[in-house]
Each structure stands twice: as structure tokens, then as C-alpha cells.
């Protein structure tokens, strides 16, 4: 008998729909909108509708995910923000589109070079969202951020940014990737005391 | 139940005041907002992609993210009938001749959405011999998304702004119902390098010229005339 295999495909859409109601009834209205919710419609257990409603709700990224870099900004025991950014270069040199431009500023009076840059600007339209520059970067200056809501109307005004737009506070970047900001707190804390260590042997000997 | 719900964006935003008793009957909006709100809701995607993006670009539109939600889902193989043009991925030299077409035989109001580094601005291919550093130099762009590539959501972000872009559109203004033809854009050839007919100008009066004499090869060519050296 022909048309066996086309009731058994209405049968599998007619399944699927119901078990749409089914889910939906079973989760009473905290399906949609809420994280549990998401987390089961992402999850290989979920039956009916697994469609993230965008706008209203997000799927939350996972840790390692990576958009734009972001320059980080220690606050001090004032509320003054200064730069981890030493203006090295390094970013600039192992950027593989070369989109990172460094403005390196000397100090007026003693002509020495200022560690913090004037200004940095990356074109977003070229980045290529690799994170080289952050695995490289000596100080734990620059990071990639989370966020991906980035569309514009003109990209020669908007998309390139500069170090006002790319500065974030460091409780930022602990809020986002928190694994990595503890582990990398611990490594500068254990840095920190072999140097004050290595000072103090040096000057044991001379006493 | 009602007075939880958001407001509609359309009805009675045009500035006069609906008295109580026929709220449930009337309603007041502008000819603009509807007829916003009709082309916002039916934008039509063309069905083509030119690289990685268009991986990205085919999850927004599978059930995951939906396309359908925002009207979008009809993407059409053919330019006659698609309002949207997603540039998603590197535009190589060979590929921005087609593109241009496929720009011209759109019918108006068409916009233009470049996703991703390479559409927008070469992205890592920017120096490529073979790349165009921005679909924006050859065809209109209205919304730039940055990213390599833009996640689903992002792309869905960046069709938000299109539709925030069609909502800013009047009826008496936009450049489709004014009196004129609109011209096209003069299709780019492909020879050697690529070669934009809009600088045809440029490239004659530049070949026309004559050709600079070496300095090494003639010492004194600045301070003589040509035609004095030859008599």
C-alpha cells in the first residue's frame, strides 16, 4: 500500500507536537524565560520546543568564550583606574590581522617612556577573535570579553575602538571568566612573594 | 492581564489622546508605523553565503534560534524577491562581480547587512591579494556586525538593528518612492586586479599621461624639454 511511509512521518510531527504541550504543562510556566529552564532546553533530555527566545533570553556563554578584547583597568584604594597595560607592543606584534594600534606616550620633564598607553585601538572589523594577544600579554592587561551585541550602523565611526570603549574594570573580568581570574590572582600573588623573598636574600648577605 | 503585557510599539503612539470609553474600539497610529511594522515583521533574506558566517548564518535560521520569530524565515534563492542581502563571509575579488548583480536585480527598499570581520573590513585577509577589504566599498551597507564569526545571536542582534533601521523609515522620504530612477551600481570586472567602472575616469586621465623618465637614466630630463633633446 503506498503512502505507509507518509503517515508514519505525520505520526513522528504529530508525537513532537504534542509532546510540546506535554513539556510545557509538565514545567508550569517556568520553561521560558527563567535559567533552569534554558539549561533543560539545551540539555539532550528536552522534548518539544528547544528554541532560545533571543531577545527576552540569552544562552549563557560558556567561560572560555571569546568576542572582543578587553583592556583591564586596576582600581586603587582612591577610586583612581590605571591601566595593567604597559604599552609593550607584544599584542601589536603577534596580532595575526594586525588590527591593534598602540599610542605609546614619555614622560615631559625626563623623556622616559610612560608605561601606560595614550591610546590603543583595535579595529573590530578586522579582529579575528583569536586571543593571541591575550595569551601572550605579559601583565594580564588585555582579555576577551563576552560580549557579542555589538552590531552598528557605520563601522568607520563606531568600529574602531578606542581605549575609552575598551577599558573594563577587573571586577568586570572577574565577573565573567571567574576560573581563570582566580587562577591567574593566584599565579601574580606567587610571583609577587619570590620576588619580595628574592630581595630579602639579597640583602641577608650584605648585613 | 492587558496592563501586563508591553505596550504595541504601533498603536496609539501617533499623539492623540483615545478618550477612556473607546479604547476597547479605537485605535490611533500613522501611516508610517503600519506600514513599518508590515515591512519589519516580512523581511526576506536572500539564500546565499559566502563562507565560515554562513555556518553561523544557517543555525540562526534552524530551530535552535528561529528566524521564523522575527518574519525572516522565507529565505529566498532568487534577488527579485528578497528584501535582505546578509554579505556572510570573506568577499573574495572573483565573488564581488555576482555580488553587485545580485544588488542591482533586487527590487527596492533592499538593505544590505555585512556579518562578520571579512564583509565588513577584510577581517585576517584585509592585505590578500585576492580579497576585498570591505563589501562597503562596492554596495550600500546598513548594519556592520563585528566578529569572526558572530555567534547565532549576534546575527539575530544585527537583524534587530535592521528592523530598528526600517522602523526609523518614513513613507515620504525613503529614496524608492521619490521621483528619479535610482541608478545601478556599475558591476566591478574581474581582470588582473579588480576594476571598479566608477573610477574609470581616474584610471584614463592616469594612463593618458606620459610616462615619468627615470631620473638615473636621464640626469638633465627635469631641466630640458623633451623636444628640444630629441632636435
Same mark, same amino acid.
Given at each position: 500500500?503506498?503512502g505507509?511511509?507518509?503517515?508514519?512521518?505525520?505520526?513522528?510531527?504529530?508525537?513532537?507536537?504534542?509532546?510540546?504541550?506535554?513539556?510545557?504543562?509538565?514545567w508550569?510556566?517556568?520553561?521560558?524565560?527563567?535559567?533552569?529552564?534554558?539549561?533543560?532546553?539545551?540539555?539532550?533530555?528536552?522534548?518539544?520546543?528547544?528554541?532560545?527566545?533571543?531577545?527576552?533570553?540569552?544562552?549563557?556563554?560558556?567561560?572560555?568564550?571569546?568576542?572582543?578584547?578587553i583592556?583591564?583597568? *586596576?582600581?586603587?584604594?582612591?577610586?583612581?583606574?590605571?591601566?595593567?597595560?604597559?604599552?609593550?607592543?607584544?599584542?601589536?606584534?603577534?596580532?595575526?590581522?594586525q588590527?591593534?594600534?598602540?599610542?605609546?606616550?614619555?614622560?615631559?620633564?625626563?623623556?622616559?617612556?610612560?608605561?601606560?598607553?595614550?591610546?590603543?585601538?583595535i579595529?573590530?572589523?578586522?579582529?579575528?577573535?583569536?586571543?593571541?594577544?591575550?595569551?601572550?600579554?605579559?601583565?594580564?592587561?588585555?582579555?576577551?570579553?563576552?560580549?557579542?551585541?555589538?552590531?552598528?550602523?557605520?563601522?568607520?565611526?563606531?568600529?574602531?575602538?578606542?581605549?575609552?570603549?575598551?577599558?573594563?574594570?577587573?571586577?568586570?573580568?572577574?565577573?565573567?571568566?571567574?576560573?581563570?581570574?582566580?587562577?591567574? *590572582?593566584?599565579?601574580?600573588?606567587?610571583?609577587?612573594?619570590?620576588?619580595?623573598?628574592?630581595?630579602?636574600?639579597?640583602?641577608?648577605?650584605?648585613? | 492581564?492587558?496592563?501586563?503585557?508591553?505596550?504595541?510599539?504601533?498603536?496609539?503612539?501617533? #499623539?492623540? @489622546?483615545?478618550?477612556?470609553?473607546?479604547?476597547?474600539?479605537?485605535?490611533?497610529?500613522?501611516?508610517?508605523?503600519?506600514?513599518?511594522? #508590515?515591512?519589519?515583521?516580512?523581511?526576506?533574506?536572500?539564500?546565499?553565503g559566502?563562507?565560515?558566517?554562513?555556518?553561523?548564518?544557517?543555525?540562526?535560521?534552524?530551530?535552535?534560534?528561529?528566524?521564523?520569530?522575527?518574519?525572516m524565515?522565507?529565505?529566498?534563492?532568487?534577488?527579485?524577491?528578497?528584501?535582505?542581502?546578509?554579505?556572510?563571509?570573506?568577499?573574495?575579488?572573483?565573488?564581488?562581480?555576482?555580488?553587485?548583480?545580485?544588488?542591482n536585480q533586487?527590487? @527596492?527598499?533592499?538593505?544590505?547587512?555585512?556579518?562578520?570581520?571579512?564583509?565588513?573590513?577584510?577581517?585576517?585577509?584585509?592585505?590578500?591579494?585576492?580579497?576585498?577589504?570591505?563589501?562597503d566599498?562596492?554596495?550600500?551597507?546598513?548594519?556592520?556586525?563585528? #566578529?569572526? !564569526?558572530?555567534? !547565532?545571536?549576534?546575527?539575530?542582534?544585527?537583524?534587530?538593528?535592521?528592523?530598528?533601521?526600517?522602523?526609523?523609515?518614513?513613507?515620504?522620504?525613503?529614496?524608492?518612492?521619490?521621483? #528619479?530612477?535610482i541608478?545601478?551600481?556599475?558591476?566591478?570586472?574581474?581582470? !588582473?586586479?579588480?576594476?571598479?567602472?566608477?573610477?574609470?575616469?581616474?584610471?584614463? @586621465?592616469?594612463?593618458?599621461?606620459?610616462? +615619468?623618465?627615470?631620473?638615473?637614466?636621464?640626469?638633465?630630463? !627635469?631641466?630640458?624639454? +623633451?623636444?628640444?633633446?630629441?632636435?
Amino acid at each position: 500500500m503506498y503512502g505507509i511511509g507518509v503517515l508514519k512521518g505525520m505520526w513522528v510531527t504529530l508525537v513532537h507536537f504534542i509532546q510540546t504541550f506535554v513539556d510545557d504543562i509538565k514545567w508550569a510556566g517556568k520553561r521560558y524565560y527563567t535559567p533552569e529552564g534554558i539549561a533543560h532546553r539545551s540539555s539532550k533530555d528536552t522534548k518539544g520546543i528547544f528554541t532560545v527566545q533571543y531577545p527576552e533570553e540569552k544562552l549563557p556563554v560558556p567561560e572560555e568564550f571569546r568576542y572582543i578584547p578587553i583592556l583591564l583597568q *586596576e582600581e586603587d584604594e582612591h577610586g583612581n583606574l590605571h591601566d595593567r597595560c604597559t604599552s609593550c607592543g607584544i599584542c601589536a606584534k603577534v596580532c595575526p590581522p594586525q588590527c591593534i594600534w598602540i599610542v605609546r606616550t614619555e614622560d615631559p620633564v625626563t623623556k622616559r617612556p610612560v608605561p601606560e598607553p595614550v591610546d590603543f585601538f583595535i579595529d573590530v572589523d578586522i579582529c579575528m577573535n583569536c586571543g593571541y594577544c591575550a595569551e601572550y600579554c605579559p601583565f594580564d592587561a588585555i582579555k576577551m570579553d563576552h560580549d557579542y551585541e555589538l552590531a552598528t550602523f557605520d563601522r568607520h565611526v563606531q568600529n574602531i575602538y578606542n581605549k575609552e570603549k575598551l577599558s573594563k574594570p577587573v571586577s568586570y573580568y572577574a565577573k565573567i571568566r571567574p576560573t581563570n581570574y582566580a587562577r591567574e *590572582e593566584a599565579l601574580r600573588a606567587a610571583e609577587a612573594a619570590k620576588k619580595v623573598e628574592a630581595a630579602a636574600a639579597k640583602a641577608a648577605p650584605a648585613s | 492581564m492587558t496592563e501586563n503585557r508591553p505596550a504595541n510599539p504601533t498603536v496609539n503612539t501617533a #499623539g492623540y @489622546e483615545v478618550p477612556p470609553e473607546l479604547r476597547q474600539n479605537i485605535a490611533i497610529t500613522t501611516l508610517d508605523k503600519i506600514w513599518n511594522m #508590515g515591512r519589519r515583521y516580512s523581511v526576506w533574506p536572500m539564500m546565499f553565503g559566502l563562507a565560515c558566517c554562513a555556518i553561523e548564518m544557517i543555525c540562526t535560521a534552524a530551530s535552535r534560534y528561529d528566524l521564523a520569530r522575527f518574519g525572516m524565515e522565507v529565505m529566498r534563492p532568487s534577488p527579485r524577491q528578497s528584501d535582505l542581502m546578509i554579505v556572510s563571509g570573506t568577499v573574495t575579488k572573483k565573488m564581488i562581480p555576482q555580488i553587485v548583480r545580485l544588488y542591482n536585480q533586487m527590487p @527596492e527598499p533592499k538593505y544590505v547587512l555585512s556579518m562578520g570581520a571579512c564583509a565588513s573590513g577584510g577581517g585576517p585577509f584585509k592585505e590578500g591579494y585576492n580579497v576585498v577589504s570591505g563589501v562597503d566599498q562596492y554596495v550600500p551597507v546598513d548594519v556592520y556586525i563585528p #566578529g569572526c !564569526p558572530p555567534t !547565532p545571536q549576534a546575527l539575530l542582534n544585527g537583524l534587530m538593528k535592521i528592523q530598528e533601521k526600517i522602523d526609523s523609515e518614513s513613507i515620504t522620504k525613503v529614496r524608492w518612492y521619490r521621483k #528619479g530612477e535610482i541608478p545601478e551600481i556599475p558591476v566591478p570586472l574581474l581582470g !588582473p586586479d579588480i576594476i571598479d567602472p566608477r573610477e574609470n575616469a581616474m584610471i584614463k @586621465e592616469y594612463t593618458s599621461k606620459p610616462a +615619468p623618465v627615470p631620473l638615473a637614466a636621464n640626469p638633465q630630463a !627635469p631641466a630640458t624639454p +623633451p623636444a628640444a633633446a630629441t632636435s
